[in-house]
């Protein structure tokens, strides 16, 4: 088998795209986008008759946002008939510090899958793992709509999505990787040493050992060694280039991480206390912060894309 075969066998694959003909190439289990990638997606070829076909389904003078809402739930029932699994679908990042618009429109959203004959059960709602985002998460779970917590870059992050009942989060490596990079002047890193990568077990061991039940997603890899580094974790979300550079090497892949269930009990963190140790964490607040901006950047980008197509 080659590595991306072996991998199969150890984590759920995850396709970091849009691309539906990428999506289709390497058959993964779920998929997840966000405004950068539908962005992207927006601009293939594959999707302007659909794009063509929304807008002009769409009353010329209306809401922008709702028409983006639309676009974003297509494309998401697009690849919802490719991947047996679960569609991450993101709520605008602009949202990140609002929870209740936030709850209103991850509920529009599950609503617009609904009509498109998507049921909840297909769809994962993405939003920021901020305190905000969180809270939002908690109420939507008691709608039986699942999110997926993106952006987490400390374990107070993800600790605090976890007792809160958060069905999934993605732990950010290559963005934790570049932060350190530049902080500390160096090129890079040996990947024992790498601390995107080093983040991401620490939070998946500390998860197995707490016995939480949220599934960690790997996100965000700049290389094929640091998906073989979290081999193991329980899904790996990949960019295609990656994923087809997996499918090219013969090589044998080692596990490394396994599950070693845990009971170990521990205080629930509070507000002022997950607050805090995000402003006392330069990294995460830093790039937490970047990359809720740059979502809502692409967010306006697509915005502009779509008036204007």
């Not at 209306?62 to 993101?90: A, C, M, Q, W, Y």
């Not at 498109?116 to 901020?130: F, H, M, P, S, Y």
């Not at 305190?131 to 779970?141: D, R, T």
């Not at 060694?225 to 044998?252: F, H, I, K, N, Y």
Request: overall charge negative.
């Amino acid at each position: 088998m080659n590595k991306l075969e072996q991998l199969r066998q150890m984590s759920v694959v995850v396709a970091d795209t849009g691309d539906i003909e990428a999506i289709r190439k390497f058959q993964p289990q779920d998929c997840t986008t966000n405004p950068s990638l539908i962005l992207k997606a927006a601009q293939l070829p594959g999707y302007s008759p659909l794009i063509h076909e929304l807008i002009a389904s769409m009353p010329k003078d209306g809401d922008p946002d709702d028409l983006l809402d639309h676009l974003t739930v297509r494309i998401g029932t697009e690849l919802s008939k490719i991947v047996p699994g679960n569609v991450s679908t993101e709520v605008d990042a602009y949202l990140s510090y609002d929870k209740n618009l936030a709850v209103s429109k991850a509920r529009k959203l599950i609503k617009l899958y609904q009509e498109q004959g998507v049921g909840k059960d297909r769809i994962l709602i993405k939003l920021a793992a901020t305190w905000e985002g969180i809270q939002a998460a908690k109420e939507l779970l008691a709608d039986g709509i699942r999110c997926n917590l993106t952006l987490v870059f400390s374990k107070e992050q993800a600790i605090t999505c976890a007792q809160a009942g958060v069905y999934l989060i993605s732990p950010f490596v290559g963005r934790i990787t570049d932060w350190y990079k530049k902080d500390q002047g160096v090129d890079g890193f040996s990947i024992d040493e790498d601390p995107g990568v080093q983040s991401v077990k620490g939070i998946y061991t500390h998860f197995k050992a707490h016995g939480y039940q949220t599934v960690v997603m790997g996100a965000s890899f700049r290389s094929v060694a640091q998906v073989e580094a979290l081999a193991g974790c329980d899904r790996l979300t990949v960019s295609p280039q990656l994923l087809e550079e997996l499918a090219a090497d013969e090589g044998e892949l080692t596990r490394q991480l396994s599950p070693q269930e845990g009971h170990e009990q521990e205080p629930e963190i509070t507000e002022v206390q997950f607050r805090w140790a995000l402003a006392a964490n330069p990294m995460a607040n830093e790039k937490l912060a970047e990359g809720i901006v740059n979502f809502h950047n692409d967010t306006e980008k697509l915005r502009k894309l779509l008036k204007n197509f």
